[in-house]
């Protein structure tokens, strides 16, 4: 069970840092793992890539801001790369 939460902290760092590039160095560290076996471990786990699931989370997160109409899509789009 201590890799479940190792793998819930890595996932939480995701989250917290979702608008910068992944530190896949550190995201390795947090689960305990290297880089390229957390990112095959997350493929797995997930059912989608790493990349895949960071561009959905921003992508949700841009609808989200998207529908305060006060708020411009060019704004959203650097915001949110």
């Known amino acids: 069970m201590e890799w479940i ?4 902290a890595a996932v939480n760092y995701i989250e917290e840092h979702i608008l910068e590039e992944p530190d896949l160095d550190k995201l390795g560290r947090l689960a305990g793992c290297s880089a390229h076996h957390f990112q095959r471990i ?5 059912g989608i890539t790493l990349t895949e699931y960071i ?5 949700s997160l841009a609808a989200v801001d ?6 411009k899509v060019i704004d959203v789009a650097v915001k949110y790369g």
């Open 5 to 8: 939460q190792k793998m819930n």
């Open 42 to 46: 997350f493929t797995y786990i997930g």
């Open 55 to 59: 561009r959905k989370r921003r992508m």
């Open 66 to 71: 998207l529908k305060d109409k006060n708020v």
